[in-house]
T-cell receptor, first 107, second 116 residues
């Protein structure tokens, strides 16, 4: 069975600083990987997805993620965070979700 | 363009009461899903319907039933609510075609349920 692990429960970052959220997956075949974002009181919104091809994937809101098969990872990055990026972020493989990482942005 | 609509937004039940959570999508998606979200546990799949007329259990189906009423609507029923079912419930849908797991999920805004 497939699964994802998000090692960081909570990350605090200063506005304008870079952000990296970690995601490790466990799956034997080609993974279908997603990153979603959840703002307070809202449902989840897709940021980006990876299925095959270029291992660096661009998403919405300036986010990108890199698929590394050798490390079983699909980490999410943003070069410069904005206060509006404060949210909970979920990595998913197929229909299975990680526990989420809460991002706090300080001024 | 409403997307996925869930009703109600909030609900408080007493132990043993029953209720149905409603979900409707207007994106012509064929697959629909019910998840529950609990702190530190992410989202866990309760039931899903890959297409109209079919339903299947997910990871945590005990205590729940579902009905795929038509292509648009997928309801989740709690027959006898328990405090352990206090959670935020999300309905999601997606278009299932070709490479089945390539298409992302589209989520509603959730129903916050408290069982006392």
């Amino acid at each position: 069975a497939q699964s994802v692990t998000q090692p960081d429960i909570h990350i605090t970052v200063s506005e304008g600083a870079s952000l990296e959220l970690r995601c490790n997956y466990s799956y034997g075949a080609t993974p279908y990987l997603f990153w979603y974002v959840q703002s307070p009181g809202q449902g989840l919104q897709l940021l980006l997805k990876y299925f095959s091809g270029d291992t660096l994937v661009q998403g919405i809101k300036g986010f990108e993620a890199e698929f590394k098969r050798s490390q079983s990872s699909f980490n999410l990055r943003k070069p410069s965070v904005h206060w509006s990026d404060a949210a909970e972020y979920f990595c998913a493989i197929k229909l299975s979700f990680g526990a989420g990482t809460t991002v706090t942005v300080r001024a | 363009n409403a997307g996925v609509t869930q009703t109600p937004k909030f609900q408080v039940l007493k132990t043993g009461q029953s209720m149905t959570l409603q979900c409707a999508q207007d994106m012509n998606h064929n697959s629909m899903y019910w998840y529950r979200q609990d702190p530190g546990m992410g989202l866990r799949l309760i039931y899903y319907s890959a297409s109209e007329g079919t339903t299947d259990k997910g990871e945590v189906p005990n205590g729940y039933n579902v009905s795929r009423l038509n292509k648009r609507e997928f309801s989740l029923r709690l027959e006898s609510a328990a405090p352990s079912q206090t959670s935020v419930y999300f309905c999601a849908s997606r278009k299932l075609e070709g490479q089945a797991f390539y298409s992302p999920l589209h989520f509603g805004n959730g129903t916050r349920l408290t069982v006392t």
